[in-house]
């Protein structure tokens, strides 16, 4: 009988205490979105950006540096890579110092030689910031994609060689920060995109997963993750071949700079998950939780496809 109390109350205490705190995450949450935390500083710190190259991953590597940051730049493209560094070196403000290393993330062979390299020339890496992504045009339906391997390879496969690489290091210095971005196809299935849908969803599966796993090890309390849903507003003029909307006139536009601040900005105030632009974030996990026919009426209404770059 004792017994049996004992355990009711165990039980009563561990209700109260669950939801007592989550009242509080969601008045923390609450505050935070009225007034954000102070961004954390980055000058000194060595991020990597991979996909470097153009579009987002450019503006993330020439902004990092304007505040003050050292910076790896990482893309397949060598000539765009070095472009990047260049501009980097004309910057007016911040530390001007930027390294270019030509890499294809998709070889784990190529990711381990070129950061053990990094580790040797410029030091060890404190910012992870992963931005690359091949989608695939064909449906998986219709016909069988030809590009299903470098899809994967590139958008889910590179993040597991380069977090094999930097990673350990984090945690023995138990610091650092890691960011991953993936597009609005992580977020909801979308016609015609199914390799890359299925590799966008991997990549925030990574990310929830990486998170608890680290939440469990003592020793990374001070590692943190930021998720960024990219949606397809990003226009630059390499990609605005891509973008297709069916209202212009309600998305708008967002310049890659533009997008670039907005990522920096949610990674400096250590979001685990932000979106571009904000205010999608909501709209996405409403989606999801209403019932099937009503989220697919609502996909066709907002009917909008791009390739993520």
């Not at 990219?230 to 890659?256: C, E, K, M, N």
Request: with cysteine; proline share 5%.
């Amino acid at each position: 009988m004792l017994l049996r109390l004992y355990s009711f109350l165990v039980l009563c205490w561990d209700l109260v205490y669950v939801i007592v705190g989550c009242l509080w995450a969601i008045f923390e949450s609450f505050f935070q979105f009225i007034k954000p935390p102070k961004e954390k500083p980055v000058d000194g710190e060595i991020v990597l950006i991979a996909g470097a190259g153009r579009g987002i991953g450019k503006e993330l590597a020439i902004q990092f540096a304007a505040l003050g940051a050292k910076v790896v730049c990482w893309d397949i493209n060598e000539e765009a890579n070095k472009c990047t560094v260049k501009e980097i070196a004309n910057l007016e403000v911040g530390s001007r110092q930027a390294y270019a290393y030509t890499c294809d993330v998709a070889d784990r062979e190529q990711v381990m030689k070129t950061g053990a390299l990094v580790r040797k020339e410029v030091g060890d890496v404190t910012i992870l910031v992963h931005c690359c992504g091949v989608p695939s045009p064909r449906s998986l339906v219709s016909k069988p994609a030809p590009e299903i391997r470098k899809t994967m390879d590139v958008s889910i496969m590179s993040h597991f060689w380069i977090l094999e690489v930097f990673l350990p290091r984090m945690l023995e210095l138990n610091s650092g920060h890691i960011v991953a971005l993936t597009s609005v196809a992580g977020l909801s299935g979308i016609k015609d995109q199914v390799p890359l849908c299925a590799s966008q969803f991997a990549v925030q599966g990574l990310v929830e997963a990486l998170s608890e796993e680290l939440r469990a090890t003592k020793a990374s309390n001070d590692i943190h993750l930021t998720l960024v849903h990219i949606y397809p507003f990003i226009v630059s003029s390499d990609l605005a071949r891509d973008i297709r909307l069916r209202i212009p006139s309600y998305f708008g536009t967002i310049d890659p700079r533009d997008a670039a601040q907005q990522i920096i900005s949610g990674m400096r105030r250590n979001y685990s998950e932000i979106s571009v632009p904000g205010y999608l974030l909501y709209f996405g996990n409403i989606l999801r939780i209403l019932p099937r026919k009503a989220s697919v009426m609502l996909r066709e209404l907002l009917d909008a496809g791009v390739d993520f770059g």
